[in-house]
């Protein structure tokens, strides 16, 4: 039997819910399913407290679809609504749940790259970080957790899909010395995330703690652009080092890193610093230095609220050409002064101790 989007329902609605009795279809559990090119995909969603229970039908739905002519992966993520915290037993003797941000296990540390709006190249900053801390001997990693529009897998040239030994466990792929997870793995290009916030964050919390990262010195989570779900996620879940504030120099720009930056401010997470991206442009043809989105705004906006000012990245082709192309500047053209702007950032953040 080959796989189509009917014959994948029909073989979910034998799937039996313990709790309510009813198949998980009806239940309203299966979401965001995609049967394309002999991928399976879809979301299982879950009451949070029911998580350990609900894993066999995770596994029974995973071997079941497996099973079937074509199939060539298949990804059940199970994610939940968020839910009242139960009080305390006080009487049971019993240990409380870990409350608050957790530390990640075998992550020595967590840096967050963000951005107010986008289009302002925070991924491509992130990539290129990523890739140059590794050139330090760092070992690294990358969370893709820009769930909506993904670029890191084309901007590492990675592509395929993790596997998972046993249905729970993510193993993540690896190019230029990065390890690397990321939603656009699990997706094709073309294809969008028509995710509501429980499910995002659900799915960050899985990449988080369901991945096989390994032993990492650090790993940096490309965020996406705003204050919205999944910053407040992670911020919450997990023990973040510091954010590190992409933008450009224009004003409209300035205007939301301003508001990224008062979020982590209540969020409790430390600002590492600013990075001024696109601050200048030197005509490859006559050399005339040009300042296409202003010069120094950003520098002017970390003094303005202390923060550590940590560099500027040129406007300049290369740059473009080398993500597109899947080897981050840093790592295809190591000596051009494009990558070394990384660089020199990527060495301060490890003598001020950050990575």
């Known amino acids: 039997m080959s796989a189509t989007r009917e014959v994948v329902l029909d073989i979910l609605g034998n799937i039996i819910d313990p709790i309510s009795n009813k198949d998980i279809v009806t239940a309203g559990m299966v979401r965001a399913l995609t049967v394309a090119d002999g991928a399976i995909r879809f979301v299982l969603e879950i009451d949070p407290a029911r998580s350990k229970a609900m894993e066999p039908v995770q596994q029974q739905a995973q071997q079941e679809l497996e099973a079937l002519d074509g199939v060539t992966s298949v990804s059940v993520v199970m994610t939940a609504h968020s839910a009242a915290p139960a009080p305390p037993d006080l009487g ?7 409350t608050g941000p957790q530390k990640i296990p075998g992550i020595d540390r967590i ?18 970080l990523a890739a140059a801390l590794a050139a330090e001997g760092r070992k690294v990693g990358l969370l893709d957790a820009d769930v909506y529009g993904p670029s890191q897998p084309r901007m590492l040239g990675i592509s395929g899909r993790p596997s998972s030994p ?21 997706t094709r290009e073309d294809e969008a995330v028509v995710w509501r916030g429980p499910m995002l964050m659900g799915a960050l919390q899985q990449m988080m703690s369901q991945v096989q990262w390994g032993a990492l010195d650090i790993l940096i989570v490309d965020l996406p652009p705003g204050t919205g779900d999944v910053q407040m996620t992670l911020a919450q879940k997990a023990e973040v080092t510091g954010v590190v504030v992409v933008s450009t120099p224009q004003d409209v720009a ?17 600002v590492i610093g600013m990075i001024e991206n696109m ?11 040009e300042h296409v989105f202003g010069h120094g705004g950003v520098t002017a906006e970390a003094e303005k609220l202390n923060a550590p000012f940590m560099g500027e ?38 003598d001020d101790g950050h990575a």
Do not use: Y
């Open 92 to 98: 049971a003797g019993k240990k409380a749940e870990p």
């Open 111 to 128: 840096i967050a790259v963000a951005s107010g709006k986008g289009g302002v190249g925070k991924s491509t900053v992130s990539a290129n």
């Open 166 to 186: 046993d249905g729970t466990t993510i193993l993540p792929l690896r190019n230029h010395g990065v390890t690397l997870m990321s939603i656009g793995l699990m």
């Open 254 to 270: 300035l205007i939301d890193a301003r508001k990224a930056l008062d979020m982590f401010d209540k969020l409790g997470t430390p």
């Open 279 to 289: 601050s200048t442009h030197i005509c490859s043809q006559c050399g005339h230095e």
């Open 313 to 350: 990245i040129p406007l300049h082709i290369d740059i473009r050409l080398a993500s597109d192309g899947g080897a981050p500047i840093v790592v295809s053209k190591p000596n051009s002064k494009q990558a070394q702007a990384f660089r020199t950032i990527a060495r301060k953040m490890i």
